[in-house]
């Protein structure tokens, strides 16, 4: 059974930072595309940024230049730093991981697995 595990969300005040971690479990995930997306108060689901097995990555406008996805193959983790962050980012932060060997999407349709979620919560 796959399952992802996100942790580090939290509270914090405009112009911190957090790290969101992505721990995944039941298969590895190390030739897998792996995204984070989130959903903000009374907002669609949207993506926030995403990294192949190749490590590429792409950001949604919005996080680039202050988030950061990164992966840890051999802890099948991946991470995204979150620095300056502003009252906007707040959301509920999604980890999805696509099939194997499927590359880079923004879209959530295309992701078949999903964490359960961790709130983050910026403060002005």
């Known amino acids: 059974q796959v399952q992802l595990v996100e942790s580090g969300g939290g509270l914090v005040q405009a112009g911190g930072s957090l790290r969101l971690s992505c721990a995944a479990s039941?298969?590895?995930?190390?030739?897998?595309?792996m995204g984070w997306f989130r959903q903000g108060p009374g907002k669609e689901r949207e993506f926030v940024a995403a990294?192949?097995?190749?490590?590429?990555?792409h950001y949604a406008d919005s996080v680039k230049g202050r988030f950061t996805i990164s992966r840890d193959m051999t802890k099948n983790t991946v991470y995204l730093q979150m620095n300056s962050l502003e009252p906007e980012d707040t959301a509920v932060y999604y980890c999805?991981?696509?099939?194997?060997?499927?590359?880079?999407?923004?879209?959530?349709?295309?992701?078949?697995?999903w964490g359960q979620g961790t709130q983050v919560t910026v403060s002005s």
């Open positions: 039941g298969r590895t995930f190390s030739s897998a595309t």
């Open positions: 990294m192949d097995w190749r490590h590429s990555t």
């Open positions: 999805a991981g696509r099939t194997l060997w499927a590359g880079l999407s923004l879209s959530s349709t295309e992701y078949a697995y």
